[in-house]
């Protein structure tokens, strides 16, 4: 059974919050936009009060939505790929790995993309993923290789620029939103924010181009049904 997280001591209804921190991460949109839409909608809330919501409650409902994906094992071919964000104007990098359905298992904001922020990255996968894949596939960088060898030496690579689409389709979402916000302020704040971007946003983005609009349809209420699930906004309050 799911356990919704705690609004003991907030004063609004947890519907307008779930609903604020929805429209956060699903959409490339400010605190001040959020509080705007709200407001049109007759309900008054800062944007202070939405930002604290997100961070307060945005992590809780990614790991409630990651554990109700159908197969919570993760599949055994990993798409690992890392790209440059700016925070606060200092180049950074962002490591990304996602399994063959492309699903996001883990995130890392890192400093660098050397030896040791791939072996990082590596171990940080395997920890928190509790498996080890068959296959894991990257692009032409070489601290690739060498951590490889070192943290998962049994396990096949396959270094390719062609084959790792997956991973890098997976950081489109998190440029829009690095648009929107233009840029990330700091490391921690970008580690928190993605680590929930990429736990609810991808919750929202079914494939669509391989549905019908009638199993589109059916498909996001039953992705909404879960949301209100994870959240406790589709359950009765008690006095």
Same mark, same amino acid.
């Given at each position: 059974m799911d356990s919704a997280p705690s609004y003991r001591g907030h004063r609004y209804p947890v519907e307008i919050i779930a609903h604020c921190v929805w @429209?956060? #991460?699903? #959409?490339p949109l400010s605190f001040r936009e959020v509080e705007e839409l709200m407001l049109q909608r007759g309900v008054l809330v800062s944007y202070e009060t939405v930002r604290r919501w997100c961070g307060k409650f945005g992590q809780a409902y990614a790991n409630g939505l990651r554990s109700r994906r159908p197969r919570p094992r993760p599949g055994d071919t990993w798409h690992l790929n890392e790209v440059f964000i700016k925070v606060n104007g200092e180049l950074k990098y962002l490591w990304r790995a996602v399994d063959a359905d492309g699903n996001v @298992? =883990?995130? @890392? %904001? /890192?400093? &660098? &993309? =050397?030896? *040791?922020? *791939?072996r990082r990255f590596f171990r940080r996968l395997i920890q928190k993923t509790c498996s080890v894949p068959r296959v894991v596939v990257t692009d032409k960088l070489r601290s690739y290789g060498a951590a490889h060898r070192e943290v998962m030496p049994s396990v096949e690579h396959r270094s390719s620029k062609y084959l790792n689409n997956r991973a890098e389709n997976s950081h /489109?979402?998190?440029? /829009?939103?690095e648009r929107a916000m233009k840029g990330f302020r700091s490391v921690g704040g970008a580690q928190r924010f993605l680590s929930a971007f990429s736990g609810i946003s991808p919750h929202f983005r079914p494939r669509r181009h391989l549905m019908t609009a009638s199993?589109?349809? *059916?498909?996001?209420? %039953?992705?909404? *049904?879960?949301? =209100? /699930?994870?959240?406790?906004a589709g359950r009765p309050t008690t006095a």
């Open positions: @429209l956060y #991460f699903r #959409f @298992l =883990d995130i @890392l %904001v /890192q400093n &660098r &993309r =050397d030896t *040791a922020a *791939a /489109q979402p998190t440029r /829009q939103r199993g589109y349809r *059916a498909e996001m209420t %039953v992705r909404f *049904a879960i949301w =209100d /699930q994870i959240t406790g």
